[in-house]
């Protein structure tokens, strides 16, 4: 009792028990400091400098472990936020109800988290923290030891801290062996930590996909059963969670990933028709696999693209559909797109500032097919021209549009202004530029593309 109101005054828990840090020199994990980037470097000097303890925590040391460039550092100390504040001119408290610090160096940012506990169940009467009827955590801002810390972190791999003044790795759960035998596991209980915060089920098929690992099978066997405590989840955590997957360099892995542990239900819906149709998983596959190269080799890819690319399958055939029904094709397909993000606002909840550029990318797709007079011409300065011309060699290759057709965008846009003249077709796509008449009613349109 005396320690419940200890806690609740002093915001701290006791450290979570079953704990056993383990101290790793140089020697047996091998991470430099020269791995670390510098601006994460000085802030741990800083802090350190200032008498507070200091690590590279979470996924940096996970990936310098196994030899990957991590994506950014974050740093975890038992300062307070406020006392992080102070030490750096240029830092920015952020959040309201689980605060950390945004230490800007150059034009990087470091994320500084003071060390939490949400920590682990230790008695029946001790656990006071709120949660859903469900066993979703409603509230984790509770300052604790490094200890605790750690045992709220999600897998194993994910709870290793590094200290670069003395280059050592502390392990409480071995994630250091883990990262050896390449396993994902759960620290704690798998299914009470999944009930705390089921988009651990997503990060799990994620991290899987992303890092080739195996998931241990106590940490997997629940997850069928638990799949659909996602519902509770906000769609937009949810689609935060679904982009940081597109988006991770292995997404064909992680779709079959999610859809082998049944989570895609939760997360991306779709993909049950993309994937069930032999002609949209062509498209599927072909579009993740060029996001995943763009990845790996650093170059850009929007997440415009990729949803376009993902929901592509459903305006096809809605398009089909509403041709088939006698609507012409123009209105057809823009009657489609419509209709297939209206449907997808409950499902996946793709946020409407992407709808401009998908929506151009599609559009644009028909007036591919017109290769003669002038129209190629404007295609071509088209801002989106592109986008689309990327999206078109997609469906070259699933299948869908003659090769032929790509292959000819992709010479056109080389070509010097005499071969370009020379590869115009005089009898494709609507007659280049007739002067404006008022269409008899009934009379039907020119020839736009038509669907594949
Ligand atoms: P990535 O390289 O994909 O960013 P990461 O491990 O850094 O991987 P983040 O989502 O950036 O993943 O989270 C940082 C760290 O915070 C994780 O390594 C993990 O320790 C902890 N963490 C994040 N989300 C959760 C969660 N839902 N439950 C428990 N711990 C979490
Ligand atoms: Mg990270």
């Excluded at 940012?109 to 009467?125: H, L, M, P, Y």
């Excluded at 020379?422 to 039907?444: F, Q, V, Y």
Aim: net charge positive; hydrophobic share 40%; with cysteine.
């Amino acid at each position: 009792m005396i320690r419940r109101i200890i806690s609740k005054v002093f915001g701290r828990k006791r450290p979570a028990s079953g704990t056993g840090e383990r101290i790793l020199p140089r020697a047996e994990h091998g991470i430099s400091r020269n791995g670390i980037d510098d601006c994460a470097l000085k802030v741990c000097e800083t802090l350190a400098g200032a008498g507070y303890k200091a690590y590279v925590v979470g996924g940096a040391v996970r990936d310098l472990l196994l030899g990957i460039p991590p994506k950014d550092f974050d740093v975890a100390t038992d300062a307070t936020p406020e006392e992080v504040r102070r030490l750096f001119r240029r830092s920015r408290i952020i959040g309201r109800r689980f605060q950390i610090v945004h230490v800007m160096c150059g034009r990087e940012t470091i994320e500084v988290t003071t060390f939490r506990a949400n920590g682990q169940k230790e008695s029946e009467d001790e656990d006071e923290r709120p949660t859903d009827e469900h066993g979703r955590l409603l509230s984790d801002n509770v300052f604790g030891s490094m200890a605790d810390d750690a045992a709220r972190r999600d897998f194993t791999i994910n709870a290793l801290y590094y200290d670069p003044a003395r280059e050592e790795v502390h392990d409480y759960f071995g994630g250091v062996d883990d990262c050896k035998k390449r396993v994902l596991r759960m620290i704690g209980d798998p299914e009470t930590r999944y009930r705390e915060d089921p988009v651990r089920m997503l990060r799990a098929a994620r991290f899987a996909a992303k890092l080739d690992f195996r998931i241990d099978e106590a940490t997997r066997a629940p997850v069928a059963r638990l799949a659909p405590l996602l519902a509770n989840i906000p769609r937009a955590r949810i689609f935060d969670e679904a982009l940081k997957l597109l988006l991770s360099g292995h997404a064909l892995r992680g779709v079959h990933q999610l859809r082998a542990e049944g989570l895609h239900h939760g997360m991306l819906p779709l993909l049950d028709t993309i994937l069930d149709d032999p002609a949209g998983e062509r498209f599927i596959t072909a579009a993740l696999k060029s996001t995943d190269a763009r990845i790996q080799s650093d170059r850009p890819s929007s997440p415009a693209f990729l949803f376009a690319t993902l929901l592509w399958p459903q305006v096809l055939k809605r398009w089909q559909a509403l041709e088939a029904a006698g609507e012409k094709p123009q209105p057809a397909l823009f009657q489609a797109m419509d209709d297939v993000l209206d449907a997808q606002r409950n499902q996946l909840a793709i946020p409407r500032r992407y709808d401009g550029m998908m929506k151009e990318i599609w559009a644009l797709q028909p007036r591919f097919a017109q290769r003669g007079g002038q129209r190629p011409y404007r295609l071509l300065e088209h801002p989106r021209f592109r986008a689309a011309y990327d999206f078109l060699l997609l469906r070259c290759e699933a299948g869908e549009v003659d090769a032929e057709l790509g292959d000819w965008w992709t010479r056109f846009q080389d070509a010097d202004e005499a071969e370009r003249a020379g590869l115009l077709l005089a009898d494709s796509g609507p007659k280049p530029r007739r002067k404006r008449r008022r269409r008899k009613p009934g009379e039907a349109s020119g020839g736009e593309a038509q669907p594949a």
